[in-house]
């Protein structure tokens, strides 16, 4: 199992010795009897909306006028062969 943290989830942490898995618990009943006595949210928490763009642009974007800016056809590019490479 993948490291949690800095800690291994399957360790005890008062006396590291080796934890193992018993069962899960999948029926909804018996989680929200556990989750209740906890104390712990019977919800899962609300999804947050993604960030949106970084504000300044300036430092990822090339600014280009638009006069620079020319497309050439694939006939007028010049021809490479690859094999003198």
């Known amino acids: ?11 005890c942490p008062g006396c590291g ?3 193992r898995l018993i ?17 712990e949210p019977l ?3 609300p999804v947050s909306p993604a960030r ?3 504000t300044d642009w300036g430092d990822l974007v090339q600014v ?3 006069c620079d800016v020319t ?5 007028e590019l010049p021809v490479i062969d690859i094999r003198s490479l």
């Open 1 to 11: 199992m993948a490291r949690v943290g800095e800690e291994f989830p399957l360790e």
């Open 17 to 19: 010795g080796d934890i």
């Open 23 to 39: 069962a899960f618990i999948t029926d909804p009943g018996p989680i929200r009897k556990i989750l209740t006595h906890l104390g």
């Open 43 to 45: 919800e899962p928490p």
């Open 52 to 54: 949106g763009p970084p």
């Open 64 to 66: 280009h006028n638009e």
């Open 71 to 75: 497309q050439t056809s694939p006939d």
